[in-house]
Antibody
């Protein structure tokens, strides 16, 4: 069965960077884009970008351009999302989610809470 | 960016009664390939989102048939024919035609 298992919660100071991992299993990792979506406390879902694990190509939402980097390690079926120059507005749960046919998302990780606080 | 606007944002419903959520996009969601990439997700309290519907009206396996999706162009609807206690949560529409954007979410609660 498909599983996306994310790394644990993080607490960061303003100005720092955070790197969240997402380990995939149960399907061909290189066969599907991996996306990242975040959710601030009590707020809705926000698309951040995606990575093609096969080609390493990325597409980022304009809001995060220059601040987000998505990478992958195909040897361990893991995708990463690194966000730099953190502010309190980046406090959120970050999800990885697998793209499916018809431009939708069929599986989600459990989420990683990133708290930015001094 | 395509803006997705849901209404209502809060929906108190009596158990066993129907519920309907509207989702409107700022531009047509018909892709150049002819498909319309509109999905619906349910997020129960404390859980990750779960997809219910994709490509406007296709229900995921395991999703009860009381959930249905419809619409076209810029106007879409999620209907729950008879609300059950397990349906409590926030529902999001999402378009995947012009990159990806979500609606603000509609919170369904029991009266």
């Amino acid at each position: 069965q498909v599983q996306l298992v994310q790394s644990g919660a993080e607490v960061k100071n303003p100005g720092a960077s955070v790197k969240v991992s997402c380990k995939a299993s149960g399907y061909t990792f290189t066969g599907y884009y991996m996306h990242w979506v975040r959710q601030a406390p009590g707020q809705g879902l926000e698309w951040m970008g995606r990575i093609n694990p096969n080609s390493d190509d990325t597409n980022y939402a304009q809001k995060f351009q220059g601040r987000v980097t998505m990478t992958r390690d195909t040897s361990i079926n893991t995708a990463y999302m690194e966000l730099s120059r953190l502010t309190s507005d980046d406090t959120a749960v970050y999800y990885c989610t697998k793209e499916a046919t018809y431009s939708t998302f069929d599986y989600w990780g459990q989420g990683t809470l990133v708290t930015v606080s001094s | 960016d395509v803006v997705m606007t849901q209404s209502p944002l809060s929906l108190p419903v009596t158990l066993g009664q129907p519920a309907s959520i509207s989702c409107r996009s700022s531009q047509s969601l018909v892709h150049s390939d002819g498909n319309t990439y509109l999905s619906w997700f349910q997020q129960r309290p404390g859980q990750s989102p779960r997809r219910l519907i994709y490509k406007v009206s296709n229900r995921d396996s395991g999703v009860p048939d009381r959930f249905s999706g419809s619409g076209s162009g810029t106007d879409f609807t999620l209907k729950i024919s008879r609300v059950e206690a397990e349906d409590v949560g926030v529902y999001y529409c999402m378009q995947g035609t012009h990159w990806w954007t979500f609606g603000q979410g509609t919170k369904v609660e029991i009266k």
